[in-house]
């Protein structure tokens, strides 16, 4: 089936750094979804992406759609501890709205 | 409130015991999904519905039996529970108007002794 690999799988930063991750297909999508997950809670949908080459921010993040169709790129700017928590990346998985995930980019921040 | 509710938010079950967890959601979406997540293998999609009436299994289905009778709500049962099911539950929805942005809840931790 259709895998998602997303590195860094963890990440451990001083606030008020630059935070790079991407997540990488071994398929095509036409669209790719980011999600936080904070400690405790549910996933909550960030940024969504419908177009190779695609550059959507959402406050201090930033997404891209790679040209190839095959990954996409997370970047946060300036990290402030609310920042913590898990970052997955999701597409498409065969139909039905169904989705496959990301095992997770976890970010720590120290103060 | 509108949104998507689980409960109950924590559970602790004997093994072998039978056990649901309950997903309603008010936003009318056709779909819904249900998600177990554990250290290591990120979401992994147990089962899901694309309407009442109609399901199907996921990546993971073994040991889970779901039912849609009514369009918001999407229970998950577990009949006869293992420790290998103790996880964090999520419940997810998404709709026409959504595309493929699902929507999760807040999850149920569930502990299988």
């Known amino acids: 089936g259709q895998q998602l690999n997303q590195s860094p799988q963890s990440m451990f930063i001083q606030e008020g750094e630059d935070v790079s991750m991407n997540c990488t297909s071994s398929?095509?999508?036409?669209?790719w979804l980011w999600y936080k997950q904070d400690p405790g809670e549910g996933p909550v949908l960030l940024i969504a992406l419908y177009k190779a080459g695609e550059l959507t921010s959402n406050g201090r993040l930033t997404a891209q759609f790679g040209i190839t169709r095959k990954d996409s790129f997370l970047n946060i700017s300036a990290s402030i501890p609310s920042d913590v928590g898990i970052y997955f990346c999701a597409g498409p998985a065969g139909g039905a709205q169904k989705l496959v995930f990301g095992q997770g980019t976890r970010l720590t921040i120290n103060p | 409130d509108a949104g998507i509710t689980q409960s109950p938010r924590y559970k602790i079950t004997e093994t072998g015991r039978q056990v649901t967890l309950m997903c309603h959601q008010t936003?009318?979406?056709?779909?819904m999904f249900w998600y177990r997540q554990d250290l290591g293998h990120g979401l992994r999609l147990i089962y899901y519905?694309?309407?009442?009436?109609?399901?199907d299994k996921g990546e993971v289905p073994d040991g889970y039996v779901v039912s849609r009778s009514k369009t918001e709500n999407f229970p998950l049962t577990l009949e006869s529970a293992t420790r290998s099911q103790t996880s964090v539950y999520f419940c997810?929805?998404?709709?026409?108007?959504?595309?493929?942005?699902?929507?999760f809840g807040q999850g149920t931790r569930l502990t299988v002794v």
């Open positions: 936003w009318s979406h056709s779909y």
């Open positions: 398929s095509i999508f036409n669209t």
């Open positions: 997810a929805s998404s709709g026409a108007g959504t595309g493929t942005r699902a929507f």
């Open positions: 519905s694309a309407a009442a009436d109609i399901t």
